[in-house]
């Protein structure tokens, strides 16, 4: 199950760099992760400074 990011995220794009095969990009008021191409490691959860990241 892919992680998603939720509404605590703060855009401070800790998470974008981590990611092993870029599943994070920057939207409109946040990042987001897409689905399709998550591979649920949770690396960018470990980062995250607000833990707006957990597996949805």
Do not use: K, R
Request: hydrophobic letters at 30%; a negative charge; glycine letters at 14%.
């Amino acid at each position: 199950m892919a992680y998603v990011i939720g509404s605590s995220c703060i855009s401070c794009g800790t998470c974008e760099p981590e990611c092993p095969v870029g599943a994070i990009s920057q939207g409109d008021t946040q990042f987001n992760i897409d689905a399709n191409s998550c591979i649920d490691c949770g690396t960018c959860a470990g980062v995250c400074p607000t833990g707006a990241i957990e597996q949805g």
